[in-house]
């Protein structure tokens, strides 16, 4: 029977993940993308209520999604479902898919009025890719919106930078 050599290493890393513990939290205040930069929101944790300022980006145009930062006053940060995103929430595509949908019926819709009263002066076919255009550029991608009750995990910064620092290796 072979040996595994690999299931060390896994146990390793699934025991170190396990070492950073990820404190369950409610939001006590609205949080969104589209506030301002600097708005103040709480957070209660069983271990006591922190509070902090947003860092927003609101939604622009029809593929710019929306994304929101937490930063704390105190010592903890928000645990990143990613590990590239940086403690950044985004909002999903399912906004983007319905204006999609969306602007293609009314670009069909606007195609079927202009059909009547559009006579010789120019074919209603073209009335689909201005609509569509027209609509694509009038709507957002989607913000975030974070609503009291909404779950965080909160990881404190001593342990979360500790854990995830390698140590420093001499190169003598």
């Not at 025991?15 to 589209?34: I, M």
């Not at 709480?42 to 930063?71: I, N, Q």
């Not at 995990?153 to 190169?171: D, H, L």
Request: charged share 20%; glycine share 12%; proline share 6%.
């Amino acid at each position: 029977m072979k040996k595994i050599p690999h299931i060390p290493l896994l146990f390793l890393a699934f025991a170190a993940s396990l070492s950073l513990r990820a404190e369950t939290c409610k939001l006590q205040t609205y949080a969104s993308s589209w506030m301002a930069t600097g708005t103040p929101f709480s957070v209660k944790c069983p271990s006591g209520d922190y509070s902090g300022h947003l860092v927003s980006t609101p939604a622009r145009r029809f593929f710019r999604r929306g994304h929101l930062m937490l930063v704390f006053d105190q010592p903890v940060v928000l645990r990143p479902k990613k590990e590239g995103d940086e403690g950044k929430i985004v909002a999903g595509r399912t906004r983007q898919i319905t204006n999609m949908l969306v602007g293609g019926g009314v670009s069909v819709g606007s195609k079927d009025l202009v059909d009547g009263i559009s006579g010789a002066v120019f074919k209603s076919g073209y009335m689909i890719p201005i609509t569509g255009v027209a609509f694509a550029f009038f709507t957002t991608g989607g913000d975030v919106l974070l609503k009291p009750g909404y779950e965080l995990q909160i990881i404190s910064r001593e342990e979360r930078s500790s854990k995830s620092v390698p140590a420093s290796t001499n190169g003598n």
